[in-house]
């Protein structure tokens, strides 16, 4: 079996773009696999499931599809054949008719969370000080600098709507919960988690983990890639 027999899609979440995954990506690529990042819109719910739609077209199957917070919400909504496991980092899984607010406010937020509203515009911004604060608390002033500057604005309309049957309903799913998480709080995580029985990996990482704690994320994305590849070794 060859090292690129198994592509990877990395979904990022609100307030982030692709580049968010950029040291994910190289150590993937390096090892021979195909990885797409797409840019979500963020516009709603429905475009953004279109984006990772486009994405997993462009690519041989079978996929890993891996979403970080938000974006767990997105990759559960694609319906493509392709995808052989989810990887979700610290991710929301909202179920069968639920919202993404829904669970995003599950439960109080962290005393260091940012409070969230729409400008003027109607579009919600991460606003100053929270790249640091809660967003990535364990990252260094590049990366926060980075983060901050290309940081993306989410839509009501990606957070408001109710989600069609989950894609993690149907597939192998495994779940990093970000222990140290101060926009998603890890109760809430693990409770996501659990209930779509997804292989649980709780790591003392915070919210944005395949920036500030790589390895972690790499060695959870390598498992159901191995995953996956075993399942087409055992299929005649």
């Known amino acids: 079996m060859s090292s690129n027999d198994v592509s990877v899609v990395l979904v990022h979440g609100a307030w982030a773009d692709g580049s968010s995954w950029s040291k994910i990506i190289r ?11 797409p840019q979500l819109p963020l516009t709603s719910y429905r475009d953004d499931v279109a984006a990772v739609d ?8 079978p996929v890993v599809l891996a979403g970080h917070a938000y974006g767990g919400a997105v990759i559960a909504g694609t319906r493509s054949d392709k995808v052989g496991a989810l990887v979700y980092v610290a991710g929301l899984a909202p179920d069968d008719g639920e919202t993404v607010a829904n669970v995003f406010y599950r439960s109080a937020p962290h005393p260091r969370a940012p409070k969230l509203a729409p400008d003027p515009h109607g579009l919600i911004y991460l606003p100053d000080g929270a790249f640091g604060a ?29 989600v069609p ?24 995580q693990r409770f996501m988690a659990e209930r779509m029985q997804a ?27 191995d995953a996956v590849r075993s399942e087409i070794r055992r299929v005649p």
């Open 27 to 37: 150590p993937l690529a390096g090892e021979g696999v195909r990885v797409s990042a």
């Open 54 to 61: 486009r994405a997993l077209e462009r690519l041989p199957g």
């Open 134 to 162: 809660a967003f990535a608390q364990n990252a260094g002033a590049e990366e926060l600098a980075l983060l901050a500057a290309v940081q993306k604005p989410i839509s009501p309309d990606c957070i408001t709507v109710a």
């Open 165 to 188: 049957r989950p894609l993690w309903k149907d597939r192998p799913a495994w779940f990093l919960v970000a222990e140290q998480d101060r926009m998603i709080l890890h109760e809430n």
């Open 199 to 225: 292989r649980v990996r709780p790591h003392p990482v915070d919210h944005t983990a395949m920036v500030t704690a790589p390895a972690v994320v790499l060695d959870v994305l390598r498992e159901a890639i």
